[in-house]
């Protein structure tokens, strides 16, 4: 970090008053904790602000949501096509496998612009699906070692 040299950006410079927290807020926030959000999309997210958001302040913000098709798009040839392509490469050897599954475990992404975070949760899934094709084919290569059977007659 000490190569890039120091940004101010003025982010915090504006000095805002404390958001009230009543009791209503209160149990609005407690309702929406224990809602099981695993299904849903944060595609919902991003379509949702992008609707209740007047057009123009949205457009001077840069507030844009990006879709999943347009991320798929991006993602292809930025990183995931090269990592496809290298995984096709090592697929049948053993030591490379690993060492490229060590790669993918090391992977860093950041998104400047994350807004309801669907760049970062497509890039996740889609790298997630990329391992597990690698675990699978480390699984086939390692066949059946260390397994053990027990027979009725062992006992």
Known sequence: LRGFPYVNGRLFAESLPIADF???????????CALDWSAI???????????IMDDKARRNL???????????KLIGPLFLGELRAEFAKVKGHRNRLFDFHKKLRT????????????????SYRELRLLE???????AELQGHAGQRSVDVHQL
Request: with cysteine.
């Open 22 to 32: 009543d009791a209503a807020t209160r149990e609005a926030l407690l309702n929406a």
């Open 132 to 138: 597990l094709d690698v675990l699978r084919a480390a």
């Open 41 to 51: 999309s944060p595609a919902i997210f991003g379509s949702l602000f992008q609707s």
């Open 62 to 72: 840069g507030a844009h949501y990006t879709s999943e098709e347009n991320i798929l």
């Open 107 to 122: 992977l860093t992404f950041f998104d400047p612009a994350c807004g309801c975070g669907n760049f970062l949760v497509v």
